[in-house]
């Protein structure tokens, strides 16, 4: 059945019908589209020939005419519009007219830098360009290091390894630092609250260093929905953006649905489980051979969820509560394959991961679970639906889940599956408050007393700071009240209207820009040969979900927990036939 169909069926049916009251239609938009600019060199016009792209989508156009003019740019067109190819036109033309030019390409997670490798190196090779592309994260071992500093012009990284891993070693990457011609950062909206105000101070010092080498590169920044891509670029970066919002790309038709699920007892208010909901939703998503992805909002709905669809038989109601059996046990019609539903979450390996998103854009994969992790654009090709089992928490957040669904002009169809939480049954009895609102703002302090101070003291360590210095739009007498403060805690050495870093410790070693913990427990099962790594999770998150005796679910499987090595950062697990799971109390 197609999609078309399904949504009749869903839209018509006297027995399915009723269970959508609340059904919004957007309809379909036409591309707006341009002649290619004509100063985009040769050998870009025939890459994108070659791709079938005779034309460009006018936010491409725009934004090309801002960074062709020195202009810094924010793109906040929607989700899957191109902008990847946006910021990259600009950047690789620069790339292709100058050998000295470089550039940086900023993503909040690794995955995403290795997906769009992947995509730059094949424009760079139908270009024949000569330019070399590469990660460089923490993830790289120490013996490819220096060839990357000296070789590549690309360089894609995240803010975690900027802090720690380039900055404060800046005088081996003076060549690159020099030719910096553009900073793109990518999915901006993630930089809000700490991590953001993190962020900020990070590029900060980025700018700090940069002046140093005599750089003063162009900053493109792209986002998702959120409500002031502007004001939140120009905060992140403290200097002016053009703003490219007016979406030039086509889309089809849209069906948003929110569902409220209906009560089974009056007396005590209780409705059926969101989540059995959306476990029969995607089953009928599944049974008409319709790509979709479900978005839950913890590690362990996503699990339980997957056991679910991974089984041959109905679910049954109340079983996503502590110590209840995840394993259904009535007969259903509809058979599904394990590799066809999969699920995709923090605490899988890189390796699965990557192979999930390989199976979302070849088909093999129908359905996949999954937390906010794929709200990022990493491409999984064209889904059909998206079902969200509860609200995720703001209304940027339904926008981008649900634009996961849907691409170019097909049709797309996304399922707010509302829960029992009180904000989830206002939202469903007040619709139009729901679809009336705007995206949220996402706000940062990059001058936060803490957050700053840390900051300064990783910029002393890379760059001492002379008398009346600045950082960043923090003017300098206020920062010398700061180093006279570090300087009175002997972190600090005034000499000369200089202060220099005076402490043994590497500060930025010690400075997370994120509160999950950058250290993780290995998780090994016990094969018959040797043991094998099916997954990891963080340090603090490890006492309470892999202590021993604990059963952990992993990919729709339970693994019984023999022993956690804290010390190795070691699991081992075995896998077991249970019908229950384990949580704290």
């Known amino acids: 059945m197609s999609l078309d169909s399904l949504i009749r069926l869903w839209h018509t049916d006297p027995d399915t019908a009723p269970n959508f009251p609340i059904w919004r239609t957007l309809p379909p938009r036409a591309a707006h589209t341009q002649p290619y600019p004509d100063d985009l060199p040769e050998p870009l016009r025939q890459v994108l020939s070659r791709s079938g792209i005779d034309s460009l989508y006018s936010h491409q156009v725009q934004a090309w005419t801002h960074a062709r003019s020195g202009r810094n740019v924010v793109l906040g067109t929607g989700t899957a519009s191109g902008k990847t190819l946006a910021y990259n036109l600009p950047v690789l033309a620069t790339l292709l007219s100058s050998d000295s030019a470089r550039a940086l390409y900023l993503f909040p997670t690794k995955a995403l830098a290795q997906d769009q490798l992947s995509v730059l190196r094949a424009m760079l090779n139908a270009a024949q360009s000569g330019v070399a592309a590469a990660i460089y994260d923490g993830d790289v071992p120490p013996s490819q290091r220096v060839s990357i500093r000296q070789n590549a012009r690309l360089i894609l ?25 553009f900073v793109v950062i990518d999915e901006m909206h993630t930089y809000r609250g700490v991590f953001g105000s993190h962020v900020a101070n990070v590029l900060r010092r980025l700018k700090r260093v940069m002046q140093f080498y005599g750089a003063q590169p162009q900053f493109i920044l792209s986002s998702a929905t959120i409500g002031n891509p502007r004001e939140l670029a120009e905060r992140l970066i403290e200097a002016p953006v053009e703003l490219v ?93 394990r590799s066809a ?39 999984i090709g064209g889904l059909g639906a998206a079902i969200l089992a509860g ?61 700053l101070l840390n900051h300064l003291r990783c910029a002393m360590f890379e760059l001492p700071f002379g008398k009346g210095e600045g950082f960043g739009a923090l003017p300098g007498d206020r920062v010398e009240e700061f180093l006279s403060f570090l300087v009175s805690g002997k972190e600090a050495h005034k000499s000369q209207d200089q202060y220099f870093w005076m402490s043994d410790a590497y500060p930025a070693a010690s400075i997370s820009l994120r509160s999950a913990s950058s250290n993780n427990v290995v998780l090994h099962t016990m094969g018959d040969e040797r043991p094998a790594a099916i997954g990891e999770v963080d340090l603090p998150s490890a006492m309470w979900m892999v202590h021993p005796k604990a059963v952990y679910l992993h990919e729709g499987q339970q693994y019984f927990v023999q022993k956690l090595d804290l010390d190795k950062h070691s699991a081992t697990l075995i896998p077991v036939a249970l019908d229950y799971y384990t949580e704290p109390q």
């Open 157 to 181: 990284s995240n803010p975690d390894m900027l802090h720690t891993g380039i900055l404060p070693h800046h005088t081996n990457w003076a060549d690159f630092f020099r030719g910096l011609r």
């Open 245 to 337: 919002e007016r979406d030039g790309s086509a889309r089809g038709e849209r069906h948003l649905l929110l569902y409220n699920p209906p009560v089974v007892d009056e007396a005590l208010g209780l409705r059926k489980s969101a989540l059995m909901e959306s476990v029969r939703l995607a089953q009928d998503l599944l049974a008409s051979h319709i790509q979709s992805v479900v978005f839950a909002r913890s590690r362990r709905s996503v699990e339980i969820i997957l056991t679910y669809l991974q089984d041959t038989r109905q679910p049954q109601m109340g079983a996503e509560k502590q110590g209840a059996p995840v394993r259904p046990s009535s007969n259903s019609p509809v058979s599904n394959s």
């Open 341 to 379: 539903v999969r699920g995709y979450r923090s605490g899988y390996l890189p390796s699965q991961r990557r192979e999930i998103e390989k199976g979302l854009r070849d088909g093999s994969i129908q359905t996949v679970v999954a937390t906010n992790a794929l709200e990022l654009g990493i491409d």
């Open 391 to 451: 609200y995720p928490g703001s209304i940027a957040s339904v926008y981008q889940q649900a634009g996961r669904a849907g691409r170019g002009a097909a049709p797309a169809l996304a399922v707010l599956v509302a829960s029992a939480s009180p904000l989830d049954q206002f939202l469903a009895h007040h619709p139009d408050y729901f679809f009336g609102r705007s995206p949220e703002q996402a706000l940062i302090d990059p001058d936060h007393l803490l957050i």
